[in-house]
């Protein structure tokens, strides 16, 4: 069986307005993806800076 195309992370902020889910690459162990979400600050600013800091992340594979 090869690994899916690609999986679903759920990445998640203290405040939860910010909770989005992404797809990253299948080829990626869910140990990797949490690794690089969680505990990561990024800019989720739009026109001004918004720095927010991952506090979780949950990856799904895909059922592709």
């Known amino acids: 069986m ?5 999986k679903t992370a759920h ?3 203290a405040d939860p307005k910010y909770n989005y889910s992404t797809s990253v ?3 990626l162990s869910d ?3 949490i690794s690089y979400f969680k505990g990561k600050v990024f800019n989720l600013g739009h ?6 800091k991952c ?3 949950e ?4 059922n592709l």
Not at 2 to 6: D, E, I, L
Not at 47 to 52: G, H, T
Not at 59 to 62: A, G, N
């Open 11 to 13: 990445v998640k902020f």
């Open 55 to 57: 506090v979780e992340c």
């Open 59 to 62: 990856v799904e594979p895909s």
């Open 31 to 33: 140990e990797e993806v």
């Open 25 to 27: 690459n299948g080829k």
């Open 47 to 52: 026109i001004e800076d918004d720095m927010q």
């Open 2 to 6: 090869t690994a899916p195309r690609f």
